[in-house]
């Protein structure tokens, strides 16, 4: 039997190129004749029934836009099974066929759990700045964090080198090394930590003294899922082991997740929500 309703939800943490998937979804549902209800603030948004129907109009002017026009939410209730139920009965109440889930690891794991309950259609489609996901090269969001690093990281760099410093710049990934390797080759870091690496403080201070000699001005890209410890301990190592050494730390934090999307997220977003 055909579709004709289907949902959507953007859940967990946000990215940029979410808006043009939305917009390729709606657009091309709109082509097809199938109706599509965007359901607001993701998870708990299903579970509170705040869905409403969305047109090509609403999808105006989107595509560049970073975060999501359907807001997203965590949501603790949807990891319960009290929770799920009341997901399901509003979509059967709405009468939604299908559902399409654009977010992360998490996302994509309660996905699947309330497809298994409820055998439910759904589709994921990978949506993080981390690029964890398997089953795809690159995920929504992943090329326009790469850039907002390497633009802050070169401006950074500047500092660094006026004032012969080690800069280390710590940025997302979760338990993933993927965004800050990629960074820290494109911005040319002397050093990038990876918890994929599996190595130790003392290890990681001896290769940087080393480093030191032939350059001052050094930047650490450090993968925010690193067990070595928080970069407050990494730069006191550093100064009471590296003789003079001028060390600064910088977290990054959430600007990695804002911002327009990159081309290649508009393009990724688009085949993605096409398909």
């Known amino acids: 039997m055909a579709m004709k309703n289907i949902a959507i939800l953007t859940s967990g943490g946000d990215a940029p190129g979410m808006n043009a998937c939305i917009r390729s979804i ?6 097809l004749g199938i109706s599509v209800f965007g359901i607001q603030s993701g998870y708990q948004g299903l579970i509170e029934n705040n869905i409403k129907i969305l047109t090509p109009i609403d ?21 319960t099974k009290k929770g799920r139920d009341k997901a399901y009965n ?25 497809f298994e309950e409820n055998n439910f259609p759904l589709i994921g489609i990978p949506c993080t700045i981390d690029n964890d996901l398997y089953g795809t090269d ?12 390497v633009e802050a990281v070169d401006k950074i760099r500047d500092t660094a080198a006026s004032h012969e410093r080690i800069f280390i710049v710590e940025v997302m990934g979760r338990d993933s090394g993927y965004l800050a390797l990629e960074s820290g080759i494109a911005a040319g870091a002397e050093m990038i930590l990876i918890p994929e690496y599996k190595t130790n403080l003392n290890s990681i201070v001896d290769e940087i003294k080393k480093i030191n000699k032939e350059k001052k001005s050094l930047i650490i890209i450090y993968a925010e899922g ?24 910088s977290i990054l934090g959430h600007i990695q997740r804002g911002g327009t999307a990159v081309p290649s997220d ?7 929500g096409n398909k």
Do not use: P, Q, W
């Open 59 to 79: 999808v105006g002017n989107t595509i560049h836009i970073g975060g999501t026009i359907l807001k997203t939410a965590r949501s603790d209730e949807f990891r």
């Open 226 to 249: 690193c067990k070595f410890g928080s970069l407050k301990k990494l730069t006191k190592a550093i100064k009471n082991n590296i003789e003079g050494s001028n060390v600064r730390y």
């Open 266 to 272: 508009r393009i990724l977003g688009t085949i993605l």
């Open 90 to 114: 509003n979509l059967i109440k709405n009468n939604i066929d299908g559902m399409i889930v654009l977010g992360g690891d998490g996302s994509l794991t309660g996905a699947n759990i309330f």
């Open 26 to 31: 709606v657009r091309t549902s709109n082509h």
């Open 138 to 149: 690159y995920s929504i969001g992943f090329a326009s964090a790469r850039e907002t690093i």
